[in-house]
C-alpha cells in the first residue's frame, strides 16, 4: 500500500483542489474522483463519520478517522469477523476467560487414557516409562503454545478451528486431507470411546454398590451403554461451548479426585506377591519392539485435546489492548500443571503398585481386580461414579466440533440459524450413532497404542510445520530447522506407533468381536 503523507492527517483544506486526481472515500482507499464542476463549487463529502457541511474541523476529523479505521485493519487490530459464526455453538458466545479455559483444557486433557499410562510403563519400564511421558509432556506443552499464538497470527483473521488453521498453513485442499480424519476420529471418536467407558464403570458401579443383594436380573451391558448415551444426549442440549463451563469444572475437579483417589488407594494395599518392574518381553525382537512402539503410542494417546485449543480460545473476546491468547495461555497454563499432578502419579504409583501385572485394562480393572476385598465399597463405588460424572462431561467438549460441523452444514444450505428443534435434533442424532458404532466396535477403547499413533500428528506434528509456514522464520535459521525437525520427528514416531500398534493387535491375538459386548 502507498505511504500517505504525513500532512495529510494534519491539515487538509475544505474544498478538494481541482489539480486533484483522486478523493479518499470513507473505506479508507483511493478512487477516481468523479467529474469535477467549477472551482467555484464547493464538494461536500457524504459519511456516516463526519456531517454533511463542511467545516474546518469536520473534514480533517472525518479523514483522521478514515485513516486511523483503515491502519487498525492493516494491522489486524479490528478483526473482520464472520457472521456465520454468530450462529454456531463454537463461536455462538465470545465472553470466555481464562478460567473457562482452564476448565475446558483439562475437562479435555485428563480423563480415562490416562488410566492406561500403567500399561504403557508394564513393556517400558522405569527408565524409559518416566523419560518418555517427560518428553511427550513438554513437546505437547510446547506444540500448545505454538497453536495459542497462531489463533491470531494472520492479521484480521481468527482461526476458530483446528481445521481452518491447516488450510490456512497447507491449502485448502491438503489442510482438510491432513487435518479432518484425525479431528474427526478425536471428537466423534473420543465420543463412542467414552460412552464405551461410561457404560462400562456404570455396570461396575451397580455391581459394586448392590453386590450379593443384586438377585434380580441386571442390565446388560449394552442396556448400560443406552442409559449412558441418554444422559449425554440430555446434557448436550446445553447450547454453546460456553455454557458448558460448569460441566467442565465438574469433569476437571473429577478428574483430579479420581486420579488421585486411584493410586492412593492402589499405593495403599499390599501389592501382589509375584509382582515383578521387569519390562514385558515378546518371544521375538520384532515382537518386542512392536510391543514398546504400542506402549509409546499409549503415552502419546494420553495427550489428547489439541484438536479443541482453537475452538477454546474462540470462544474468548480479542482485542488491541487485550488479545485472546494471553487468558487462554494463563488458563492453558493452570490446567496443564494440573494435569501433570494426574498423570505423573497415576503412571509412576500405579506401576509401583502393580507392576508388569497390571491389566490391559489399567488402572480401575486393577483396583476391581486385586482390591475388590480389600479396598471399603464405599470408596471404591466413589471412584468409580467419579469416572462416570468425568465422561459425562468430557462427552460434551468433545461433541461439540461435531455439533458445530452439522450446525455450519444447515446454516450454510439455509443462510438462517438453527432452530432449537434442528440444534436438537443433531444432537440427538449424533449421541444415538456414537451409541451404535459402539455396540457394533465395543473393542475400540482397547485400541489406545494404534489410535495414539493415528492421531499423533495432531499434536506433535501439524503445530509444528504450520508455524513455519505461517509464520515463516528465515530459511536456514535455527527457528526454521527446529520446527521441521521437530515436526518430521512427529510424524516417524506417528508411522511407527500405528505399525507398533497394528503389529501388537495381531501378536496379542486381539479378537474383534462386532456387535458383541462383554
Given at each position: 500500500?502507498?505511504?500517505?503523507?504525513?500532512?495529510?492527517?494534519?491539515?487538509?483544506?475544505?474544498?478538494?483542489?481541482?489539480?486533484?486526481?483522486?478523493?479518499?472515500?470513507?473505506?479508507?482507499?483511493?478512487?477516481?474522483?468523479?467529474?469535477?464542476?467549477?472551482?467555484?463549487?464547493?464538494?461536500?463529502?457524504?459519511?456516516?463519520?463526519?456531517?454533511?457541511?463542511?467545516?474546518?474541523?469536520?473534514?480533517?476529523?472525518?479523514?483522521?478517522?478514515?485513516?486511523?479505521?483503515?491502519?487498525?485493519?492493516?494491522?489486524?487490530?479490528?478483526?473482520?469477523?464472520?457472521?456465520?459464526?454468530?450462529?454456531?455453538?463454537?463461536?455462538?458466545?465470545?465472553?470466555?476467560?481464562?478460567?473457562?479455559?482452564?476448565?475446558?483444557?483439562?475437562?479435555?486433557?485428563?480423563?480415562?487414557?490416562?488410566?492406561v499410562l500403567p500399561v504403557a510403563f508394564a513393556f517400558l519400564g522405569w527408565s524409559w516409562g518416566i523419560l518418555s511421558l517427560t518428553i511427550a509432556y513438554c513437546w505437547q506443552l510446547y506444540t500448545l503454545w505454538i497453536l495459542v499464538q497462531l489463533h491470531e497470527a494472520v492479521?484480521?483473521?481468527?482461526?476458530?478451528?483446528?481445521?481452518?488453521?491447516?488450510?490456512?498453513?497447507?491449502?485448502?485442499?491438503?489442510?482438510?486431507?491432513?487435518?479432518?480424519?484425525?479431528?474427526?476420529?478425536?471428537?466423534?471418536?473420543?465420543?463412542?470411546?467414552?460412552?464405551?467407558?461410561?457404560?462400562?464403570?456404570?455396570?461396575?458401579?451397580?455391581?459394586?454398590?448392590?453386590?450379593?443383594?443384586?438377585?434380580?436380573?441386571?442390565?446388560?451391558?449394552?442396556?448400560?451403554?443406552?442409559?449412558?448415551?441418554?444422559?449425554?444426549?440430555?446434557?448436550?442440549?446445553?447450547?454453546?461451548?460456553?455454557?458448558?463451563?460448569?460441566?467442565?469444572?465438574?469433569?476437571?475437579?473429577?478428574?483430579?479426585?479420581?486420579?488421585?483417589?486411584?493410586?492412593?488407594?492402589?499405593?495403599?494395599?499390599?501389592?501382589?506377591?509375584?509382582?515383578?518392574?521387569?519390562?514385558?518381553?515378546?518371544?521375538?525382537?520384532?515382537?518386542?519392539?512392536?510391543?514398546?512402539?504400542?506402549?509409546?503410542?499409549?503415552?502419546?494417546?494420553?495427550?489428547?485435546?489439541?484438536?479443541?485449543?482453537?475452538?477454546?480460545?474462540?470462544?474468548?473476546?480479542?482485542?488491541?489492548?487485550?488479545?485472546?491468547?494471553?487468558p487462554m495461555w494463563r488458563g492453558a497454563k493452570v490446567a496443564y500443571f494440573f494435569i501433570a499432578l494426574c498423570i505423573f502419579p497415576i503412571s509412576i504409583g500405579g506401576f509401583w503398585a502393580y507392576g508388569n501385572l497390571m491389566p490391559t485394562g489399567g488402572m480401575l480393572a486393577?483396583?476391581?481386580?486385586?482390591?475388590?476385598?480389600?479396598?471399603?465399597?464405599?470408596?471404591?463405588?466413589?471412584?468409580?461414579?467419579?469416572?462416570?460424572?468425568?465422561?459425562?462431561?468430557?462427552?460434551?467438549i468433545y461433541s461439540m466440533p461435531a455439533f458445530d460441523s452439522f450446525e455450519a452444514g444447515y446454516t450454510s444450505r439455509t443462510n438462517k440459524p438453527c432452530s432449537v428443534w434442528v440444534r436438537s435434533g443433531f444432537r440427538v442424532f449424533f449421541g444415538f450413532v456414537s451409541f451404535?458404532?459402539?455396540?457394533?466396535?465395543?473393542?475400540?477403547?482397547?485400541?489406545?497404542?494404534?489410535?495414539?499413533?493415528?492421531?499423533?500428528?495432531?499434536?506433535?506434528?501439524?503445530?509444528?510445520?504450520?508455524?513455519?509456514?505461517?509464520?515463516?522464520?528465515?530459511?536456514?535459521?535455527?527457528?526454521?530447522?527446529?520446527?521441521?525437525?521437530?515436526?518430521?520427528?512427529?510424524?516417524?514416531?506417528?508411522?511407527?506407533?500405528?505399525?507398533?500398534?497394528?503389529?501388537?493387535?495381531?501378536?496379542?491375538?486381539?479378537?474383534?468381536?462386532?456387535?458383541?459386548?462383554?
Open positions: 500500500m502507498d505511504e500517505r503523507p504525513e500532512t495529510e492527517l494534519i491539515s487538509i483544506p475544505a474544498t478538494p483542489r481541482v489539480s486533484t486526481p483522486e478523493i479518499l472515500t470513507p473505506s479508507g482507499q483511493r478512487s477516481p474522483r468523479p467529474a469535477t464542476k467549477p472551482s467555484s463549487a464547493a464538494w461536500t463529502p457524504t459519511s456516516f463519520i463526519s456531517p454533511r457541511f463542511l467545516s474546518p474541523i469536520g473534514t480533517p476529523m472525518k479523514r483522521v478517522l478514515v485513516n486511523m479505521k483503515g491502519y487498525l485493519e492493516e494491522m489486524g487490530h479490528l478483526t473482520k469477523l464472520n457472521p456465520q459464526d454468530a450462529w454456531l455453538p463454537i463461536t455462538e458466545s465470545r465472553n470466555g476467560n481464562a478460567h473457562y479455559a482452564a476448565f475446558h483444557n483439562l475437562n479435555a486433557g485428563v480423563g480415562f487414557q490416562a488410566l492479521p484480521g483473521k481468527r482461526y476458530n478451528r483446528y481445521v481452518e488453521l491447516a488450510q490456512a498453513a497447507f491449502g485448502e485442499r491438503l489442510g482438510v486431507w491432513l487435518a479432518l480424519f484425525p479431528t474427526v476420529y478425536l471428537s466423534a471418536g473420543t465420543a463412542t470411546a467414552l460412552i464405551l467407558i461410561g457404560g462400562e464403570t456404570m455396570k461396575l458401579f451397580f455391581q459394586i454398590v448392590c453386590g450379593p443383594l443384586c438377585t434380580s436380573n441386571p442390565l446388560t451391558t449394552v442396556e448400560w451403554y443406552l442409559v449412558f448415551t441418554c444422559l449425554c444426549v440430555v446434557l448436550s442440549q446445553l447450547p454453546n461451548l460456553n455454557s458448558i463451563a460448569g460441566l467442565s469444572l465438574i469433569g476437571a475437579v473429577t478428574a483430579i479426585t479420581y486420579s488421585t483417589m486411584v493410586w492412593v488407594l492402589s499405593v495403599s494395599q499390599p501389592r501382589p506377591a509375584t509382582i515383578s518392574y521387569e519390562p514385558l518381553s515378546m518371544p521375538s525382537v520384532s515382537g518386542s519392539l512392536f510391543s514398546v512402539l504400542n506402549a509409546l503410542g499409549i503415552v502419546a494417546f494420553a495427550f489428547r485435546g489439541h484438536n479443541l485449543v482453537l475452538e477454546i480460545q474462540s470462544t474468548m473476546p480479542s482485542t488491541f489492548k487485550h488479545p485472546a491468547h494471553v486393577a483396583l476391581y481386580e486385586f482390591h475388590i476385598s480389600d479396598i471399603p465399597r464405599g470408596l471404591l463405588a466413589t471412584a468409580f461414579l467419579l469416572v462416570v460424572f468425568n465422561c459425562l462431561s468430557s462427552f460434551q451404535f458404532i459402539g455396540v457394533a466396535l465395543p473393542f475400540l477403547s482397547s485400541l489406545a497404542g494404534l489410535l495414539g499413533g493415528l492421531t499423533l500428528p495432531v499434536t506433535f506434528a501439524y503445530p509444528c510445520f504450520m508455524w513455519v509456514l505461517i509464520k515463516k522464520p528465515a530459511k536456514g535459521s535455527f527457528s526454521w530447522y527446529f520446527h521441521w525437525g521437530l515436526g518430521w520427528l512427529g510424524v516417524a514416531f506417528s508411522l511407527a506407533f500405528s505399525i507398533g500398534g497394528i503389529s501388537s493387535m495381531v501378536s496379542q491375538g486381539l479378537k474383534l468381536k462386532f456387535f458383541s459386548p462383554n
